[in-house]
């Protein structure tokens, strides 16, 4: 749970400040991030620091008292706090998400309420994922109707990023009828992390991403008042960012781990690697064939940040002027970003060993978890769907589909 209390205001942060903000607390998450994967410590603290800097509080809106930063901003912050710990700067990304799901679907007594819960330091968490079923868009979770505007939640769900830290769970369910259990609209219903009938269990275990603490949420005749519960399906009636606003965010975190594998390999390069003796020179860091190949990377790298800041503006121009076509635009440069970044990520992390050399594969290094974590977060999305819509509007001007994974 958070440690501010119910009456503390974090800061409201300029998009500047918060710039400044993100680098001091990667700098100090990069400092024990090798330690926190290697031993699987939890970053409970980490996370108190970054609800307590007011970081995660930067998108709430401006007449509700908060700083309302653009999406550009964000995902620069966002980038920035994964050169630190990937794993740390993924918890909150479902956090962001439905402070952005709160400003588009919320009443304005919900948002008014949630907000103010953002402004206190509190933290959203996730359970929208579930294991064993057809695939990523199949729901099972639902809400059935007790009377008097209440409703029982029940489900299990997985890979539930965030929610062992929240305070608040958002839902994602079905709202049935008695008559009809299992096709109702899907809603999301807002639950305390400590209501009666919600067990989270940290039995994630994957091989990247490993404190990210993605587990399992069980839900068991949870009481949800009418309150409580906000539309999702409303979402995707017509033109929306919010599915590009989610993927950007995945992107910027892809983007961080590749600059941060590249800038920890050019320092094992420069303070620990051996030259090969074929290149004459006293420093693997002066080896012509190094220094082209940490060129290329770093060109790489470049291009992903490049892609990442225009997706950014792209969203940002498609919420100021929402239409079909600026929302497709905003989607499409997203997707160039995530599909490019994904390998980039993937590539690089791999490709620092090259340069180097055999030093580097120590356990005690913990280089690898560069690479692990790409890998693992990679996977989110498959970035072969980004290229086949880039693809398509490219041949015939299709428009990319209207839906949360764009």
């Not at 995902?75 to 439905?98: K, M, N, W």
């Not at 949630?114 to 994922?129: H, I, M, P, T, W």
């Not at 505007?149 to 489900?155: A, D, I, M, Y």
């Not at 470049?302 to 989607?331: F, I, K, Q, Y």
Request: with cysteine; net charge negative; glycine share 8%.
């Amino acid at each position: 749970m958070s440690i501010l209390t119910d009456h503390t205001t974090v800061p409201v942060l300029s998009a500047e400040r918060a710039v400044e903000v993100a680098t001091e607390i990667a700098a100090e998450l990069a400092a024990t991030s090798a330690e926190r994967d290697r031993d699987r410590i939890l970053p409970a603290r980490e996370l108190a620091r970054l609800s307590a800097s007011g970081l995660l509080a930067v998108t709430v809106p401006k007449e509700d008292g908060g700083a309302e930063l653009s999406v550009e901003a964000l995902v620069e912050v966002f980038r920035i706090l994964a050169t630190g710990d990937p794993s740390v700067a993924q918890v909150p990304h479902s956090h962001f998400v439905y402070v952005n799901a709160m400003r588009h679907q919320g009443t304005l007594e919900q948002q008014r309420y949630f907000f103010g819960e953002v402004l206190a330091g509190k933290r959203f968490g996730n359970a929208q994922s579930e294991v064993g079923t057809r695939h990523v868009r199949d729901i099972r979770t639902a809400l059935t109707p007790v009377g008097n505007g209440r409703w029982l939640l029940n489900g299990t769900k997985g890979y539930s990023t965030g929610a062992l830290f929240a305070d608040w769970i958002p839902v994602l369910a079905h709202l049935d009828t008695l008559a009809a259990p299992g096709t109702g609209p899907l809603h999301v219903a807002w639950v305390r992390r400590d209501a009666p009938g919600v067990t989270v269990t940290d039995d994630w275990a994957g091989m990247g991403q490993r404190t990210t603490a993605s587990g399992t949420v069980d839900l068991v005749d949870v009481e949800v008042d009418d309150a409580r519960i906000t539309p999702y399906h409303l979402t995707f009636e017509g033109p929306q960012t919010y599915g590009a606003f989610a993927q950007v965010l995945h992107a910027a975190l892809d983007v961080g781990i590749a600059r941060a594998a590249l800038r920890e390999g050019a320092d094992f390069v420069r303070t620990s690697a051996r030259p090969y003796p074929d290149a004459g020179v006293e420093r693997a860091a002066d080896d012509p064939l190094v220094v082209q190949a940490l060129g290329r990377m770093e060109v790489d790298v470049r291009a992903s940040e490049a892609l990442l800041r225009e997706a950014g503006r792209a969203v940002d121009r498609a919420d100021a002027h929402l239409t079909a076509e600026s929302a497709a635009e905003a989607s499409l440069a997203v997707a160039a970003v995530r599909a490019h970044s994904a390998q980039v990520a993937v590539d690089v992390a791999s490709r620092i060993f090259e340069v180097c050399g055999t030093r580097s594969v120590l356990d005690r290094l913990n280089l690898n978890r560069h690479w692990r974590n790409a890998r693992t977060h990679t996977l989110h999305d498959p970035a072969a769907w980004k290229v086949q819509h880039l693809g398509r509007f490219v041949v015939d001007g299709t428009p990319p589909p209207n839906h949360g994974q764009l």
